[in-house]
């Protein structure tokens, strides 16, 4: 009985033997990577989750169509007509990408409120991991908006004058932008008891922000206090940065504010992208954990 297993042990199959070398799963062992790792399998399941609510899909494809045509048309006309048109497109991507947010908000009430985070509770998954999947499958959802925000601004007779590599940059800035404000739906989802009060809530101070902003007017324009707030609004920034990046110039008749943020749009953006980051998936992980744990 010795002699047998003292050969099964010694067999060239290795059968019995803990596995040696490379491990097959070796992102796993990494923090890191395998935040990474859990984050796309989360980021893959959201986006195939998408067919059962296509409701969710339709919106962030024909919210921008209603957009373009309610400001460069209804409002546009009386603002600088094709010029502005033209102009208007910065502004109008700098709200569709901060609207997304609500995409954000919405995807991850529902998950809290049907369960479906309590039953990944129950798997070895990171808490950033889980939160981090969400905003990274609504960047897609994003894509997505800007296409069509972009399609319909060349049908309104908007056209870049600038290299590809400054459209590019441009683009990749507006995302960006989006992935930092998809931290901010995570949290008003967290904070907030079911999906209706997310939605609303989530709406709520978009509105405030993308319009006192100079998205689609001056912001110079704007009386008192607005004037300020308008200036270091961040979605202003934005749509600055895209101007520049795109080559598009004011219309006739358009004040441009000179303020710090002005003249460093993109530098500006980025940096703002960067704090809210910071502070929201800090905030949002606190918040994850609490309302986890009760």
Same mark, same amino acid.
């Given at each position: ?15 019995? $033997? ?21 984050? &796309? ?87 950033? &991991? ?140 980025? $940096? ?17 954990? $609490?309302?986890?744990?009760?």
């Amino acid at each position: 009985m010795t002699a047998t297993t003292d050969t099964r042990t010694a067999s060239p199959s290795g059968q019995g $033997a803990p596995p040696t070398g490379a491990s097959p799963t070796r992102a796993r062992r990494s923090p890191v990577l395998r935040v990474l790792a859990e984050s &796309a399998d989360l980021a893959l399941r959201n986006l195939l989750h998408l067919r059962r609510t296509p409701g969710l899909l339709i919106t962030c494809l024909v919210e921008p169509v209603v957009y373009a045509m309610l400001i460069g048309y209804v409002f546009g006309n009386s603002l600088g007509g094709p010029a502005y048109r033209s102009y208007m497109l910065g502004g109008l991507l700098a709200q569709t990408v901060a609207f997304t947010t609500t995409f954000t908000t919405v995807g991850l009430s529902r998950d809290l409120e049907q369960g479906m985070v309590d039953r990944f509770r129950t798997l070895p998954i990171s808490r950033v &991991a889980l939160l981090l999947g969400r905003t990274t499958s609504d960047l897609a959802t994003c894509v997505a908006s800007m296409a069509v925000t972009t399609a319909c601004g060349l049908l309104m007779g908007w056209r870049p004058h600038a290299g590809p590599f400054e459209v590019a940059a441009g683009f990749l800035l507006a995302l960006l932008f989006s992935f930092a404000m998809s931290w901010i739906g995570v949290f008003v989802a967290l904070v907030t008891p079911n999906a209706q009060v997310a939605g609303s809530l989530g709406l709520i101070w978009l509105f405030p922000a993308t319009f006192i902003s100079s998205a689609f007017v001056s912001g110079s324009s704007l009386p008192g206090p607005l004037s300020t707030v308008a200036v270091w609004n961040p979605i202003t920034s934005l749509a600055n940065a895209l101007r520049h990046f795109f080559g598009n110039t004011p219309p006739p008749g358009f004040r441009v504010p000179h303020d710090w943020p002005a003249q460093h749009p993109a530098l500006y953006t980025a $940096a703002c992208s960067a704090l809210l980051i910071a502070v929201f998936v800090t905030l949002s992980t606190w918040c994850y954990r $609490a309302r986890t744990s009760r």
